[in-house]
């Protein structure tokens, strides 16, 4: 699985992640979710590179298993990941991590699948705007059979 995670330039310069990415080549995207949301707004401020964002906010730093950097343990989804390419794209980098370990909370389980009503994830709309996940749609997948079917080489 392949996660990828847009970082901003503040200045023309990268941010605190995106230099932490480059140099270590690995890191961690921890879901936010409604009951985060004042830690993760503390911790997106514009501290000094030596200034831990996960003490500023109160996060609990939990061990990672396949990567160096420390999952955020309040956190009910963690992907940690470690870096295939990265693209600048105007001021932004946008990170492509190859997911090597997945965590996730049992609370936020319906039958071994991830619910999204009791993961209640924050969703960034830019600059200062969020969005909760809340407004749930649920379609199926129109089965195709025939000659317009994907053949099993066809790429999805």
Known sequence: MVLAVSVSSR????????RNILETREFVVNLVTEDLLEKMNVASGDYAPDVS????AG?????????APPRIAESPVNFECRLLQHLVVADN??????VVRL???DSVLTAGRVDARKLKAIGRLGS???CRTQDILEMRRPKIEGPKAARPTDAR
Do not use: I, N
């Open 103 to 105: 965590h996730v909370a």
């Open 93 to 98: 980098t946008v990170f492509f991590g190859e």
């Open 11 to 18: 200045d023309g310069a990268p941010k605190d992640t995106g």
């Open 128 to 130: 200062s705007q969020y």
């Open 53 to 56: 964002e996960f003490d500023e």
């Open 59 to 67: 996060l609990t730093r939990a061990p990672s298993d396949g990567v």
